[in-house]
Antibody
């Protein structure tokens, strides 16, 4: 059974930093691109970032470019999202999502979602 | 970016009703369209993938159709547990984009 378990969400002050983790199991993690999607409570879904299966290619949405860094450790089956210079508008539940392909930019299926971790940016 | 327009944004329906939700892409996405159901406090749950394939474990009253730019999610006979918010999403091109959601409420 595929499992994606996010962790690291917390209350942080504006300007602060946080690292989210997503621990994967039940599939060959190193063969699939991974993605982060976020959702402001009560609102819609927003694509944040993606990384190819080997970590060589990355994508960032405009609102997080230059502030967030996506990475992965295939030896630990873990995906990360390092968030810096956090803003109140980054407050959201962050979901880890497994794509059906190896690359970031190729068309692919959406295979599994984690349960999410809540990030709150507030003073 | 590909824009996904989903409608209606909300609807009221009764148990047993047939419900249809539509999603339109701003350009062709072939069949790379996923439908989700989301309940409060929960992660989105995949119902339909590649436009018309039923996810394992999802009841057969859910179905999806369409290709290119126009897609439909149909619930053939609404059940109490189906009251939720539904989203469409394209994965044809990065960034993935989502419809605004359709809230299905009890009439």
């Amino acid at each position: 059974e595929v499992q994606l378990v996010e962790s690291g969400g917390d209350l942080v002050q504006p300007g602060g930093s946080l690292r989210l983790s997503c621990s994967a199991s039940g599939f060959s993690f190193s063969n699939f691109a991974m993605h982060w999607v976020r959702q402001v409570p009560g609102q819609g879904l927003e694509y944040v970032s993606a990384i190819s299966s080997d970590g060589g290619s990355r994508y960032y949405a405009d609102p997080v470019e230059d502030r967030f860094t996506i990475s992965r450790d295939n030896s630990k089956n873990t995906l990360y999202l390092q968030m810096t210079s956090l803003r109140p508008e980054d407050t959201a539940v962050y979901y880890c999502v497994q794509g059906g392909g190896k690359e970031v930019a190729t068309r692919q299926t959406v295979d599994h979602w984690g349960q999410g971790t809540l990030v709150t940016v507030s003073s | 970016d590909i824009q996904m327009t989903q409608f209606p944004s909300s609807l009221s329906a009764s148990e047993g009703d047939r419900v249809t939700i539509t999603c339109r892409a701003s350009q062709t996405i072939s069949g790379y369209l996923t439908w989700y159901q989301q309940k409060p406090g929960k992660a989105p749950k995949i119902l339909i993938y590649t436009a018309s394939s039923l996810q394992s474990g999802v009841p057969s009253r859910f179905s999806g159709s369409g290709s290119g730019t126009d897609f439909t999610l149909t619930i053939s006979s609404l059940q109490p547990e189906d009251f939720a918010t539904y989203y469409c999403q394209q994965s044809y091109m990065t960034p993935w984009t989502f419809g605004q959601g359709t809230k299905v409420e009890i009439k």
